[in-house]
């Protein structure tokens, strides 16, 4: 018998890295929040990576924090390592990586969630929903709860008919042995929520004690101190080192040699796998050219031996790994404490979804994370962070948010997700984004942190500081264009310590700061200042100033762009009555239901001539639309 357990504005299903992000945002904004979750022992657990950021991930994760997410606060409370990748690069592509305490992270978000007082916290297994009229109105729990609300958010991660596979074993189970979700996928389907089936896997771990560290390299954290938030300013100093090894040809031959042991090639696995993150066995075969692969040894905590072998995901058996990571150089003697296994799971196909995550078929139900067909904690993390404003936004009565693919990396996965879809787990590259100059790790509170406090995610006083350095920025910027730098002696043998072309004629220091082997410090030695900046401060002004052509050059391409985004496409729009469209591109408009011309040319599948055919029937007004 079912009974009446509550209601609430937004209940959460899942509390994962998705799950976590969508409550602490609903709540924040205001929402009576309910969190639904398998095990309250695994609250944001990292059931692969102890890591998180790099390439495009580490700027999500800015962007996350600048609109006023928690995970860049977690992390930096609870890291062991924190480095800046691609420091020789241009800084489109730099960005922070940290390896995580992976239970001191766990620890921290759940006490973070248990003092947010809009949030209801709870352990229960959610089995179907509530859905009156078409629209979905809350939870049932296997314990015949019944939970109400005017918005809900499904975050079950690889948790949903997930299938752990390692040779020829199979069994139901979510990641780390956990309960797995069976009867929501069942009744999603009996709701005609088309499902698709993808697969993800992990390395096995070894106990720190039987690894030979001297046959390996060490890999340090950076001495100077960095954070993913913009509110962090105690930052942890004892950190711990990883270390790197190589597979060799006797790794390779013992994998080759039981291939088809593997759940990946003994035709076992039905999931798609991320082509991004292959399993050793993947990689041997697709490189068998490579005489060796890298392995990163990475501790998961301080007070656990625990080591992440990483770059050795496999599903190959139990006795075989043994034999595969005692092969390695440092692991000869190398005990296994939990062995590597393939998952397999299902994934709401996302193409169902609007930009919102909101689901097209049934209002009132958001996805984000995993389920949605994506991979990673700071994927998931983003789009729950949406999920929760969009879901708390609609419970207001307000207008949804939407972040457009020049505003922020989730903006580009989003839109990826929901108008061309994935044909396997989705990670996000730097690769994915047009204007990734834009996109940058340095000035993701330049372009959300505005938008976080007009919705209630920022405090006051953080964009008061927020305000503050955007002026010193522009005052700076000002100043050194207006200084005129004479060539005195004094600058002509700076500039040959700089191994820099001497001056001819006086130039402005903006100009100076322009050239390649230049940067503020030292142009900041030869010139007069009435304030000391902060470093945060000094590097906006240099990247600013370096780069100035080229970010003009994306900022007009952008305002093309907007120019696209900006022409809707009327609702209920019968696309069958448009001549001239492509069979293929009707099909793929009438699946995806793009909001505007922008994204309607971003669909697979839709050309430059049914865009073109497009717009003249909407500047014509001549579209025909379906009846309601």
Not at 320 to 325: E, I, L, P, R, Y
Not at 570 to 583: F, K, L, W
Request: one cysteine or more; charged letters at 25%.
């Amino acid at each position: 018998m079912v009974y009446n357990a509550g209601r609430y504005d937004v209940i959460v299903v899942g509390a994962g890295h998705a799950g976590v992000e969508a409550g602490l945002a609903a709540a924040k904004m205001g929402a009576k929040t309910l969190m639904l979750t398998l095990n309250l022992d695994m609250i944001a657990f990292m059931p692969c990576n102890p890591s998180l950021g790099g390439p495009a991930k580490g700027i999500v994760i800015r962007e996350i924090d600048a609109l006023g997410g928690a995970m860049a606060k977690v992390i930096d409370k609870t890291y062991i390592q924190m480095r800046m990748l691609n420091t020789r690069k241009g800084p489109a592509v730099q960005a922070l990586r940290a390896q995580a305490d992976k239970p001191e992270y766990i620890k921290e978000m759940k006490h973070l969630i248990e003092q947010e007082e809009n949030i209801t916290l709870r352990q229960g297994m959610v089995n179907e929903l509530i859905i009156e009229d078409g629209v979905c109105k809350g939870v049932v729990t296997e314990s015949h709860a019944a939970y109400y609300a005017g918005s809900v958010i499904v975050t079950t991660g690889t948790f949903m008919r997930g299938k752990v596979l390692m040779g020829d074993l199979e069994y139901e189970s979510g990641p780390n042995n956990q309960r797995v979700s069976i009867k929501l996928s069942e009744y999603l389907e009996q709701k005609n929520v088309e499902l698709t089936r993808f697969k993800t896997g992990t390395p096995p771990r070894v106990n720190s004690n039987t690894i030979d560290y001297s046959k390996t390299e060490i890999q340090p954290g950076d001495e100077e101190p960095r954070g993913f938030s913009y509110e962090t300013t105690e930052f942890i100093t004892d950190q711990i080192p990883c270390w790197l090894t190589y597979t060799n040809e006797f790794t390779h031959e013992i994998i080759n040699d039981n291939l088809t042991l593997s759940a990946m090639y003994s035709g076992m696995k039905r999931g798609t796998g991320p082509r991004y993150c292959p399993s050793i066995e993947d990689k041997i075969v697709r490189f068998n050219d490579k005489p060796r692969h890298q392995i990163f040894l990475e501790p998961e905590g301080r007070n656990t031996e625990e080591v992440y072998v990483q770059g050795l995901s496999t599903s190959l058996p139990e006795s075989v790994q043994h034999g595969m990571v005692r092969s390695v150089e440092g692991l000869e003697n190398a005990e296994i404490m939990r062995a590597g296994y393939a998952i397999e799971y299902d994934a709401v196909v996302p193409t169902q979804l609007w930009p919102t995550l909101e689901l097209k078929q049934i209002p009132g139900l958001y996805t984000a994370g995993q389920i949605n067909g994506t991979s990673g904690y700071e994927e998931a993390a983003a789009q729950g962070l949406m999920a929760g404003i969009n879901a708390a936004r609609k419970m207001q009565g307000k207008d949804p948010v939407i972040l457009d693919r020049s505003q922020a990396y989730i903006g580009v996965m989003i839109d990826d997700l929901v108008t061309k879809g994935t044909q396997e787990p989705y990670r996000l590259l730097t690769s994915r984004a047009e204007y990734r100059l834009l996109l940058r790790h340095d000035n993701a509170d330049l372009r959300l942190t505005e938008l976080g406090h007009d919705l209630g995610m920022i405090s006051d006083e953080r964009y008061e500081a927020f305000t503050d350095k955007k002026a010193r920025v522009e005052q700076e910027i000002k100043r050194l264009r207006k200084i005129i730098i004479k060539p005195s002696d004094s600058v002509q043998e700076m500039l040959k310590s700089a191994n820099a072309t001497p001056l001819k004629e006086a130039v402005k220091a903006s100009d100076l700061l322009k050239r390649p082997e230049m940067n503020y410090a030292l142009v900041e030695s030869i010139i007069e200042s009435e304030e000391t900046l902060p470093e945060h401060v000094k590097e906006q002004v240099e990247i600013h100033i370096k780069y100035e052509g080229y970010i003009k050059k994306a900022n007009d391409q952008v305002e093309r762009m907007l120019k696209m985004e900006d022409k809707k496409i009327p609702e209920r729009i019968d696309y069958d009555a448009i001549t001239g469209i492509a069979s293929e591109a009707r099909e793929k408009l009438k699946e995806v239901q793009p909001l505007s011309v922008g994204q309607a040319s971003r669909i697979s599948g839709v050309n430059p001539s049914d865009v073109s055919i497009l717009l003249i029937y909407i500047e014509q007004g001549k579209m025909a639309y379906t009846a309601e």
